[in-house]
């Protein structure tokens, strides 16, 4: 298993373990982009945080989670 997959099955355990209605959920999505060199954390979350918003306001929303893999991977659970 190489460690771009060791990561995701990480951050999906950590996000299961997190929300523990998942089970009645409809679905559970995961969405991963490699960050561009010279783009921060910081910029990351500032470009994401209008979509964090828009996608909270919609019918069903549980939780989202957010974050960096060691390989600079932007993980979107």
Do not use: C, H
């Not at 009645?24 to 994401?48: F, H, K, N, W, Y």
């Amino acid at each position: 298993m190489n460690v771009y997959f060791r990561s995701l099955a990480a951050i999906v355990a950590i996000a299961a373990a997190s929300l523990p209605s998942i089970a009645a959920a409809a679905a559970l999505e995961v969405v991963s982009a490699p960050m561009a060199d010279g783009v921060t954390v910081e910029q990351m979350r500032a470009v994401d945080a209008p979509v964090w918003k828009a996608v909270a306001a919609m019918p069903g929303f549980i939780s989202r989670e957010t974050g960096v893999s060691a390989e600079r991977e932007w993980f979107v659970i």
